[in-house]
């Protein structure tokens, strides 16, 4: 059996200087620990390491399945182990699929068919070629979806305003909520609106009852069964669930097995992403990532951004305890990226046994927050700064603005960087007593309110800087942070691509649902059951 790293990297963490301390001792630290590559900047001196911890991280690197893994995710075998499933996410973005094969299938023709099947749809739709029932042109689409099927799309779409082209609005119908159904189809004209169902599964609850309700809607406009076949289509791998709620095969876009839904914006979940930046900008967004995974499988270790991120995200959790991860874009675009990121890590790594399903001892993922800088700063930065938890934090600056706007940008990045260095330096007794002093208040004065404004500083962060907000650097950005999550999930010798956790509660609402609508409840506990009367009773009174 192989030795535990973890006790001997909590004895190396309780080791540790401050970082003011480090700072001041070694004048080359930023050089020291920064890295780069596709164009992004990661800046990750401002983390509680020195060049023993680290090495004794890059050894845990070095001694890893993160190798072999990596070698068995790239020849399609099986890692996802519990659904006897490949992860080849990475083959999606590659710009030359030809002779791609497994299983004896010729996955590069697939994928190139797949390709030449948006941009055909999309390029009808941005030529006002795609007409509705009654002949009028698409000027609406709805995709629906949730989880992997939405949050990529969304956040990229987001993330990419600035390259927007499409004559096409896009709108997103995710959560089961009635309200976001609502809100979307009462602007909308069914003659000219196109629906999308995006469901790997073509199971999902949510998907399929927002898909029905929207079905339901233009069947009241007196649109017959031919009239939704032309306004349908879907993104799935369940060609007979799909063709059962009445969508053609020709518009059936294919999902594979060998993608996981938080994997699968590079396939054809990206549509949105494509009717809204055209096809070639599309591409530049596949072309970045390809550019990371090429960075991630070739380049050392030491080097490498993807396994530099996991080793402090493993050293945090699993030497000092933390429990949570904030990104912070300081962006306004990429505001959704911690939304993305969660999914991504959290139901990838959240998990507490390992691959073969013994229980592990040691915690795994973090929790991801975080929004958009500098909004957060007047929220709950402050427990970031004087709260006892630590919790590591990403800040990511893409440096060119898409606007010309005076000195926004130097005001933001002004306060990105500041952000990192108070987490850093903090504010001493000594400091925040000779600031009152200074402001002229009492000696008295003074040392009542200094104790309040000292920060303690010593709180880690990592700089990710990207030269714009392109569709290539953020195509880099996503890739980078799927294979931070890999090279975590293969530290913690768990199977980062399933998710049965989510499982319980999609099973549990069956029959909580089924007495909500009048049926029995005795095998529910009190609690439910409480909960279930006091709904029905209220919402019965209401219709009433
Ligand atoms: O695309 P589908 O099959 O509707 O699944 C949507 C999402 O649901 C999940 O399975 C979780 O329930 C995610 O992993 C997935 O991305």
């Not at 780069?36 to 680290?54: E, F, H, P």
Request: glycine share 8%.
């Amino acid at each position: 059996m192989s030795v535990s790293p973890w006790p001997a990297l909590k004895t190396l963490a309780a080791q540790q200087d401050s970082l003011r301390q480090a700072f001041d001792n070694d004048p080359v630290r930023a050089a020291r620990f920064s890295a780069s590559a596709c164009g992004i900047t990661l800046d990750y001196s401002k983390n509680l390491i020195n060049t023993q911890s680290w090495s004794a991280l890059q050894q845990l690197a070095a001694q890893s399945q993160i190798k072999p893994t990596l070698n068995a995710m790239l020849n399609g075998e099986c890692i996802n182990n519990t659904e006897h499933r490949a992860a080849w996410h990475m083959m999606l973005r590659k710009a030359d699929v030809n002779g791609l094969t497994l299983d004896g299938e010729d996955v590069g023709a697939q994928i190139l068919a797949c390709r030449a099947q948006v941009t055909a749809l999309i390029n009808q739709l941005h030529q006002g070629q795609y007409l509705g029932y009654s002949g009028k042109p698409i000027t609406d689409l709805i995709w629906v979806g949730i989880g992997g099927s939405l949050l990529g799309p969304q956040m990229a779409v987001e993330a990419l305003t600035p390259y927007h082209c499409s004559p096409v609005k896009l709108h997103f119908a995710g959560n089961i909520d009635g309200a976001v159904v609502s809100d979307i189809i009462k602007h909308l004209n069914p003659e000219t609106t196109l629906t999308i169902v995006a469901s790997k599964s073509f199971g999902t609850e949510e998907t399929i009852q927002n898909a029905l309700t929207i079905r339901q809607w233009f069947k009241q406009y007196g649109a017959d069964s031919a009239a939704i076949v032309q306004h349908f289509w879907a993104a799935s791998s369940n060609i007979s669930a799909a063709a059962e709620f009445g969508i053609i095969e020709q518009h059936i876009l294919p999902m594979w097995d060998w993608v996981g839904g938080r994997y699968s914006l590079w396939s054809a979940i990206g549509l949105p992403v494509a009717l809204m930046i055209g096809t070639e900008q599309f591409a530049q967004l596949l072309a970045g990532a390809e550019a990371m995974d090429q960075h991630f499988i070739h380049t050392p270790f030491s080097e490498n951004l993807p396994v530099t991120l996991a080793l402090l995200g493993v050293w945090y959790i699993n030497a000092y305890g933390c429990q949570a991860q904030a990104l912070l874009p300081y962006s306004h675009y990429l505001r959704l990226l911690p939304s993305y990121v969660q999914q991504l890590d959290m139901e990838s790594n959240g998990k507490s046994v390992d691959v073969n399903g013994r229980i592990l001892t040691e915690a795994t993922a973090p929790v991801i927050w975080g929004d958009a800088g500098t909004n957060g700063q007047h929220a709950y930065h402050q427990l970031l700064h004087q709260s006892r938890l630590v919790v590591p934090a990403d800040f990511i600056l893409p440096i060119k603005p898409a606007h010309n706007l005076g000195d926004h940008q130097q005001r933001l990045a002004a306060h990105c960087f500041a952000q990192t260095q108070a987490l850093m330096q903090g504010k001493t007794l000594d400091e925040a007593m000779n600031e009152c002093l200074a402001d002229g208040m009492t000696d008295t004065d003074a040392a009542m309110l200094a104790p309040h404004k000292v920060s303690p500083g010593n709180k880690p962060s990592n700089t990710l800087l990207l030269p714009e907000l392109s569709p290539y650097y953020l195509g880099a950005l996503i890739a980078m942070y799927e294979h931070k999550v890999f090279c975590q999930g293969v530290l913690w010798h768990i199977n980062s691509f399933d998710q049965w956790g989510v499982e319980l509660g999609k099973q549990l609402s069956g029959p909580i649902y089924q007495a909500l609508s009048g049926n029995r409840t005795e095998t529910l506990d009190s609690s439910t059951q409480a909960l279930i009367k006091l709904f029905s009773h209220q919402i019965n009174n209401n219709n009433a």
